[in-house]
């Protein structure tokens, strides 16, 4: 994502400048060139020597450098930039952008640089809801200035309310998405997750191996290429991708509930999450006792969502995953043509580098007009890609 991009992480003079630490070590671990730029006050806050040992480069403070002789420093790395962030930007510095003030190596390289520009501002909630700051910001944002809003919390100047730096995570996830070509902006995309859980009594269920992380990486990368991404969630330990809204569900049933008051919002739906075919008939309302040497338990079918979905007049379109350990494409295809689907995803679980519980998977993608593509091992986040390039290519246009 962030692999071979040069970036400029301007850090201005806020309490919030250490946080610029942490966001600079989740770019530099995802393989991005990062050079920073801190203003006088900055300094105040943190050492440049902490940002110049993580970003491997000398840290920029002054705009004239009488050391630089072959090249004017703040106009060879705007030219280099592939993004610009500010973090924690100040209202200061986002007044004097909105105004067209360059005063020193922070304001001077923004001002000449190409690149998108993300700010994170930082402030006093009383600061942050100024009418100038607001309108400075507005005007930034029609201007094409990306921003990461501030959350809302207790303020390191003890007031309590928006205005405190959003967190490193979700300012690294607006970077990604600014730098990712929004192909699937305007869209929304209902993803389904993780295993279901069908409870047998108070502390027993019937459940899979299923982790969610196909599932989980499909919503990010959703989410980063622009579209509002819908997560219906089985019980997983993932952390929820930045942006994403998220409806946790614990059984089928649960999960149809949730899948059918969303779906006629959608563009398309994913249907990754492992349902359970099958779940106990009755659930016993108190612990079932240790009896015999062997017991049985009836089970009733669980309502097939995807066909479901599939037998819809009006319906957006439908992705579905067939999880095989044999016979993978004939089991695939009758999967697709039975539930109606438009694209179905084929991976053998029966391997040890693909299907459930891993990072990797090698699939196969059949799709309704007949076409097949068979993809090569790769990691769950490249074929999220992969999946969405050919769901973003089929979607009727609008
Ligand atoms: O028929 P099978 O369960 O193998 O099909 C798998 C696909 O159908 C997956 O996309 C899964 O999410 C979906 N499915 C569903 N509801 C079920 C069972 C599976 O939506 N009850």
């Known amino acids: 994502m962030l692999k071979n991009k040069t970036i400029i992480l301007g850090v201005c003079g806020g309490i919030a400048a250490y946080k610029a630490v942490e966001l600079l070590r989740l770019l530099t671990r995802s393989g991005a060139d990062v050079h920073v730029i801190m203003t006088r006050s900055a300094q105040q806050f943190i050492a440049p020597l902490t940002f110049q040992t993580l970003s491997s480069h000398p840290v920029h403070t002054a705009l ?65 809801r100024n009418r100038l700051y607001q309108e400075n910001e507005e005007k930034l944002r029609r201007f094409g200035y990306h921003f990461v809003a501030p959350v809302s919390g207790r303020l390191a100047c ?86 994403v809204e998220v409806i946790n569900v614990i059984s089928a049933t649960e999960m149809l509930t949730a899948v059918m008051a969303h779906v006629d919002e959608c563009d398309a739906v994913i249907k990754a999450a492992a349902v359970a075919d ?4 009755t659930r016993c309302e108190t612990k079932i006792k240790k009896q015999g040497d062997v017991i049985s338990l009836e089970m009733t079918k669980n309502p097939d969502i995807l066909a479901l979905l599939g037998s819809r007049q009006r319906r957006p379109f439908l992705a579905g995953f067939a999880a095989e350990t044999d016979n993978l494409a004939g089991n695939a295809e009758q999967k697709l043509k039975a539930k109606n689907l438009d694209m179905i995803i084929a991976n053998d679980v029966s391997q040890e580098d693909a299907g459930f ?39 009727p246009t609008r």
């Open 64 to 128: 004239f450098n009488l050391i630089e002789e072959d090249e004017i420093g703040h106009i060879s790395l705007a030219d280099r930039a592939d993004l610009f962030i500010i973090v924690p930007a100040t209202a200061n510095i986002i007044g004097k952008i909105a105004g067209g003030i360059a005063d020193d190596m922070l304001t001077t390289t923004v001002m000449a640089t190409k690149a998108p520009v993300l700010i994170a501002p930082a402030m006093n909630v009383n600061m942050y």
């Open 158 to 243: 003890g007031w309590e309310g928006e205005g405190k730096l959003a967190a490193p995570e979700a300012v690294f996830e607006a970077a990604v998405g600014a730098v990712t070509p929004q192909d699937l902006a305007g869209r929304v995309i209902l993803v389904t997750a993780g295993p279901t859980r069908e409870e047998i009594d108070p502390v027993r269920y019937i459940s899979n191996h299923s982790s969610g992380k196909m599932g989980y990486a499909l919503a990010r990368a959703a989410r980063r290429r622009g579209a509002r991404v819908l997560l219906i969630s089985g019980p997983t330990a993932l952390p929820i991708p930045e942006g």
């Open 278 to 281: 099958y779940r106990p008939v």
């Open 357 to 395: 519980n891993v990072d990797t998977n090698r699939v196969l993608l059949f799709f309704k007009e007949g076409a097949g593509e068979q993809c090569e091992l790769m990691s769950k986040a490249q074929l999220a890609d992969v999946i969405l390039d050919a769901l973003g290519a089929r979607l």
